[in-house]
């Protein structure tokens, strides 16, 4: 069974540092592309970042520069390193993993994760 | 950027209804849109991807039509779990961009 368990939110202060981890099961990481998608309080869903299985990165021009996404292929988990933190990044973040069509890696999201809570609050 | 307007922006539905949800694109996707479901406090959850392929173990009910520039999810018959908010996604090209959400909220 696929799980994503989402960690690493919290209340921080703007211009400071967070580093989210996404631990998966049922799957690997590494043969997957995997993403992190926001949802400010109230609102729609973002796309904040992408990280395909041969290692490439992508990211939303709001969080280019100032976010970072990783995975450890050892522990099967995905990393969102958040710095630079503004008021505009508070969101639950979800990490996703993105499907696959005839065999072939494709760009929606087919399993998430429960999210977690980051609140940047002076 | 690919900008989309979905609409309604709310629904009030019965049980039993059909009710449709409309996403249109700022230009042309091919097929290469899904379709969310989203419940208060949960995570999204995949209904249809490639416009109208049907994520396996959603209910038949669930149907999906369109491409180019303007796409279709119905739902042919309401039920009372099927009160969410959906979102359409397109995957064309970067950034990856979300509709603003439908709410379908009991008549």
């Known amino acids: 069974e696929v799980q994503l368990v989402e960690s690493g939110g919290g209340l921080i202060q703007p211009g400071g540092s967070l580093r989210l981890s996404c631990a998966a099961s049922?799957?690997?990481?590494?043969?997957?592309?995997m993403s992190w998608v926001r949802q400010a309080p109230g609102k729609g869903l973002e796309w904040v970042s992408v990280i395909y299985s041969g290692g490439s990165t992508y990211y939303a021009d709001s969080v280019k520069g100032r976010f970072t996404i990783s995975r450890d292929n050892s522990k099967n988990t995905l990393y969102l390193q958040m710095n630079s933190l503004r008021a505009e990044d508070t969101a639950v973040y979800y990490c996703a993993r993105l499907g696959w069509e005839d065999g072939y890696n494709s760009y929606y999201f087919d399993y998430w994760g429960q999210g977690t809570l980051v609140t940047v609050s002076s | 950027v690919i900008w989309m307007t979905q609409s309604p922006s709310l629904l009030s539905a019965s049980t039993g209804d059909r009710v449709t949800i409309s996403c249109r694109m700022s230009?042309?996707?091919?097929?290469?849109l899904a379709w969310y479901q989203q419940k208060p406090g949960k995570a999204p959850e995949l209904l249809i991807y490639a416009a109208s392929t049907l994520q396996s173990g959603v209910p038949s009910r669930f149907s999906g039509s369109g491409s180019g520039t303007d796409f279709t999810l119905t739902i042919s018959c309401l039920q009372s779990e099927d009160f969410a908010t959906y979102y359409c996604?397109?995957?064309?090209?970067?950034?990856?961009?979300f509709g603003q959400g439908t709410k379908v909220e009991i008549k």
């Open positions: 996604q397109q995957y064309y090209s970067f950034p990856w961009t």
């Open positions: 049922g799957f690997t990481v590494s043969s997957n592309y």
């Open positions: 230009q042309g996707i091919s097929s290469y």
